[in-house]
């Protein structure tokens, strides 16, 4: 009798574990994109930027991107484009914009497929390709010398592969980690990560091949992606390269705390 209920309750413990396995590969791009159909930006007259104009990006797989672009103030000055993370929000990144307007730099935000404004669902590999489209949309007004790929939190990853691909200015890593699966994995060790996960996002496997400076900042408190992941990226990176550990900053504080400052200066020098 008592081994029968020790099975029995084996096997209920057993699908438990199933279920909750299934439950989670089934909504997986949910928990990695985030999505927020919600947003302002949904309509098509929404400015995600003050001052900036909307843009219409075409992929080369069909799909339509929207982006927010603001000129920078000299025509040869620095252009951002800008990777967002995980939900997006960028109607949220008033302080953001702000500092950039003020320094006189350019940006072009771009909401990946499926995000709002945006055509499409979401994966690792649209996103790359989202990112390609963007970048190439800038180049035809802005010399690669001027572009700074600028990839936060989930981004990161997006940043890191285009800078694999293409000659810019620099590449600026706020907030990154070395892979999503690395991060599942560390929050979810009762989990096959490794063989459930879709969209992986392999930073670590291909930023030793960056073509650019690179810039790598992270909040030491980051609650949500460990500031270690920032150290192992930055053993990988090629040089020139610097490393910022901002201390007190969470994952989601750089720009309050004063990123920017940073950023102008490793721009004006990179070797330094």
């Known amino acids: ?98 500092q950039i307007a003020e320094h006189g730099a350019g940006v072009l935000a771009l909401s990946y497929r499926g995000y709002p404004g945006s055509t499409g669902s979401p994966s690792e590999e649209g996103l790359y390709e989202d990112a390609r489209a963007a970048f190439n949309w800038l180049a035809k007004r802005h010399g690669p010398d001027q572009i700074v790929a600028h990839g936060l939190s989930l981004g990161t990853g997006v940043a890191a592969k285009l800078a694999t691909e293409v000659d810019a200015q620099a590449l600026i890593l706020e907030a990154p980690y070395t892979a999503i699966v690395d991060v599942a994995g560390e929050r979810h060790p009762y989990l096959p990560v490794g063989l459930l996960l879709w969209d992986q996002f392999p930073t670590r496997d291909f930023i030793g091949d960056v073509k650019m400076p690179v810039l790598i900042a992270h909040g030491n408190e980051d609650t949500v992606v460990p500031f270690e992941h920032s150290k192992r990226l930055f053993e990988l990176a090629p040089e020139p390269k610097k490393l910022l550990k901002m201390p007190g900053s969470d994952h989601n504080s750089l720009v309050r705390d004063g990123l920017y400052p940073h950023i102008w200066r490793f721009l004006a020098n990179p070797q330094g």
Do not use: C
């Open 1 to 98: 009798m008592l081994m029968r209920i020790l099975r029995l309750g084996l096997l209920a413990v057993m699908l438990a574990y199933a279920a909750f396995v299934l439950v989670m590969f089934v909504n997986q791009r949910s928990y990695v994109f985030g999505l927020d159909p919600s947003s302002e930006l949904n309509n098509p007259g929404a400015l995600a930027i003050p001052g900036s104009t909307r843009v219409a990006i075409p992929t080369a797989d069909g799909e339509t991107l929207a982006g927010w672009y603001l000129p920078p103030r000299d025509k040869d000055g620095p252009v951002f484009l800008f990777l967002h993370g995980k939900s997006g929000g960028l109607e949220r990144k008033k302080l953001r914009w702000q």
